[in-house]
């Protein structure tokens, strides 16, 4: 899961700020950015949480710049 790597220091978060953060063993995380792992869905809620970002754009099936577009097109007025 490259986008979890990504993410994760794009916020100046540790393995470990984001293990306490989620409640995902930081070996797992680990593991999820060595790509030697697959999240469950529960894990992924559990870790899109933590980063403030939607599941699509942690497993890469939309950018952050698309996301930010979208909740701009979603704002109220």
Do not use: C
Not at 19 to 30: A, D, F, L
Request: glycine share 2%; charged share 25%.
């Amino acid at each position: 899961m490259q986008n979890l790597n990504y993410l994760r220091t794009k916020q100046k978060l540790s393995q470990a700020e984001l293990s306490r953060r989620s409640s995902v063993s930081q070996t797992y995380i680990s593991e999820l950015e060595a790509n030697k792992k697959q999240p469950t869905y529960p894990i992924l809620k559990k870790l899109a949480a933590a980063l403030d970002v939607s599941i699509a754009e942690l497993i890469g099936e939309q950018s952050p710049k698309q996301r930010e577009e979208d909740d701009v097109q979603t704002t109220p007025q």
